[in-house]
């Protein structure tokens, strides 16, 4: 597949993706993250790329991309002490690449999975991999429920469904003392009301960490689940 230039003027792109990464940096500051310049033109290639494919598929709502950094960026990097003692780590549903693929900006070292099903998207993926010159890194193109390799001691779940609905996912894919992070609203009680039945079966510990995101301040909760 093949990639084309942001339709958009290329002043406007220009500085899009400055503002962006004013607040990329003003986000890394806050969560205590220390980067080097290398890291930030990362973050500048991956926004390029998500302005370049805007009119070609849905990556993002039309808003968020006046707001990729805060929205998407920081908004991933929030799970980043999480990622720091993890070996191994897969995205569920991985979509434009988020949470993992700024996780991984930051932790070259750490293999990660990224699960989609969706081959358009699976591809564009790929392509981002290859531009940010990421290694240890797969793009599998189909649905996590299927997948039989080695196990994960992370797994991260954004905008991708009830928690109820994933247990039995989570449960295939997780080692043993492993966690799963859910990105969510900080309104998830009831949600976990639900689940609470067969996490309880399961034996899962459960940590909700409520919080605000970076610089936009947007209050969410981390759902972390402990496979015993």
Do not use: W
């Amino acid at each position: 597949m093949q990639f084309g230039m942001a339709s958009r003027g290329k002043n406007n792109v220009r500085v899009d993706a400055e503002r962006e990464i004013d607040d990329i940096k003003a986000g890394l500051k806050e969560l205590g993250i220390d980067t080097a310049g290398q890291t930030i033109e990362k973050f500048r290639t991956y926004l390029d790329a998500l302005y370049s494919y805007r009119d070609r598929m849905h990556l993002l709502s039309r808003r968020d991309y006046e707001r990729i950094g805060r929205r998407h960026f920081l908004t991933s990097l929030i799970a980043h002490p999480y990622v720091k003692d993890s070996r191994r780590i897969c995205d569920v549903g991985a979509g434009a690449g988020f949470p993992s693929l700024p996780l991984k900006i930051l932790f070259p070292e750490v293999h990660f999975v990224l699960f989609e099903s969706n081959r358009k998207k699976a591809e564009f993926l790929d392509h981002l991999v290859d531009m940010l010159g990421l290694h240890r890194i797969e793009v599998i193109n189909a649905r996590a429920e299927g997948y039989s390799g080695h196990g994960f001691d992370l797994v991260l779940l954004r905008a991708v469904g009830k928690v109820d609905r994933l247990l039995k996912v989570v449960q295939r894919l997780l080692v043993r003392g492993g966690r799963a992070i859910f990105f969510k609203t900080q309104d998830v009680e009831a949600e976990l009301r639900r689940a609470s039945t067969a996490i309880s079966k399961m034996g899962y510990g459960v940590e909700v960490r409520k919080i605000q995101t970076p610089v936009e301040k947007i209050p969410m909760a981390l759902v972390i689940l402990r496979k015993p």
